[in-house]
């Protein structure tokens, strides 16, 4: 938070400063990566972008923040199981960093303009910053703790629409076939009928801000990881809106399913998924 300055510099100043720079960087690599290499399965990919950016953000907070916890992608194993490990061995700290370098390496490496760098500061747990930058369009989205939510230095509000007839909802394919992309095609199934449209933008960062901006009514995603959500989960509660897991229970950093919304139509959302049996 603003107020809460260690070393001369604030927390989310350097939050700002870290996406900034690792967003402006991996727009100069955007169409020359040299290297790109599969993790989990085929869809999984990793470029030597995301972790140049990774090492480039937390050589930046260790500079500033030497006592601090860092929680990285790029820092963690493959696969589901390894990253519930990595959550479980820092949530706790009093302070963690939670970073996904690049948000959209899909994207990125098909130079399709939809990526982002994820931030967010969480102190024992909570997060208490989060900032999402979409160098492409030069939009940096920030939210603090208790004070709002800013995109381009302007204030956030989710939007208006109050039912999924009205809505236009983005969600993602996870890259999990056996397990969590099934389940959310039977969401998808379920909800293509029941709302205005849906968008698959391929940066479950990027959505949550854009739900926080009003732009989407509703995001929902399964077989997430904590990086790819914690910055956004702030911008969301701070803009208004609400955002659960697929079963309704409050965010945390270790919600995998997650749900997020304007607020006014999320019940109907939860309803419609559940019914689609998308959370089991
Ligand atoms: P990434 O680009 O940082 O990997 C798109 O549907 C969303 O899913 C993106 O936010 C993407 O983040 C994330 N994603 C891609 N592969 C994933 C995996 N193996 N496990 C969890 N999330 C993944
Ligand atoms: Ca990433």
Same mark, same amino acid.
């Given at each position: 938070m603003s107020d809460q300055i260690i070393g001369g510099k604030s927390f989310t100043a350097v939050a700002i400063n870290c996406a900034a720079k690792a967003g402006e960087w991996i727009k100069t690599k955007l169409g020359n990566h040299t290297s790109l290499s599969l993790k989990y399965s085929a869809q999984d990919l990793v470029t030597e972008v995301d972790k140049g950016a990774e090492m480039m953000i937390r050589n930046l907070v260790q500079t500033h923040f030497p006592d601090h916890s860092f929680l990285g992608e790029e820092g963690v194993e493959p696969g589901p199981e390894a990253s519930t490990r990595a959550l479980q061995s820092v949530r706790d700290a009093e302070y963690l960093w939670v970073v996904d370098p690049l948000d959209g390496t899909t994207n990125f490496v098909h130079s399709f303009p939809f990526f982002s760098v994820s931030i967010a500061l969480a102190h024992r747990g909570e997060v208490i910053v989060g900032v999402v930058y979409d160098p492409i369009r030069d939009e940096l989205f920030?939210?603090?703790?208790?004070? =709002?939510?800013?995109?381009? /230095?302007?204030?956030? $509000?989710?939007?208006?629409?109050? %039912?999924?007839?009205?809505?236009?909802?983005?969600?993602?394919?996870?890259?999990?076939? %056996?397990?969590?992309?099934?389940?959310?095609?039977? $969401?998808?199934?379920? !909800?293509?009928?029941?709302?205005? %449209?849906?968008?698959?933008?391929?940066?479950?960062? !990027? *959505?949550?801000?854009?739900?926080?901006?009003?732009?989407?009514? =509703?995001? @929902?995603?399964?077989?997430?990881?904590? @990086?790819?959500?914690?910055?956004?989960?702030?911008?969301?509660?701070?803009?208004?809106?609400? !955002?659960?897991?697929?079963? /309704?229970?409050?965010?945390?950093? /270790?919600?995998?399913?997650?749900?997020?919304?304007?607020? *006014?139509i999320h019940d109907e959302f939860l309803h419609a998924l559940q019914q689609a049996e998308s959370g089991n």
């Open positions: 920030v939210a603090e703790k208790g004070k =709002g939510a800013y995109v381009r /230095g302007r204030r956030m $509000g989710v939007s208006s629409e109050q %039912n999924l007839r009205e809505s236009l909802i983005a969600t993602g394919f996870p890259a999990d076939p %056996n397990y969590a992309l099934p389940l959310n095609m039977k $969401g998808l199934q379920a !909800l293509v009928p029941q709302v205005r %449209n849906i968008r698959s933008g391929g940066s479950a960062a !990027l *959505h949550m801000a854009y739900v926080a901006a009003g732009r989407l009514s =509703g995001f @929902w995603e399964l077989g997430l990881n904590a @990086w790819d959500l914690a910055a956004g989960s702030l911008l969301v509660t701070e803009s208004g809106g609400r !955002l659960t897991d697929i079963k /309704g229970n409050p965010y945390d950093l /270790g919600v995998r399913h997650v749900v997020a919304s304007n607020a *006014h």
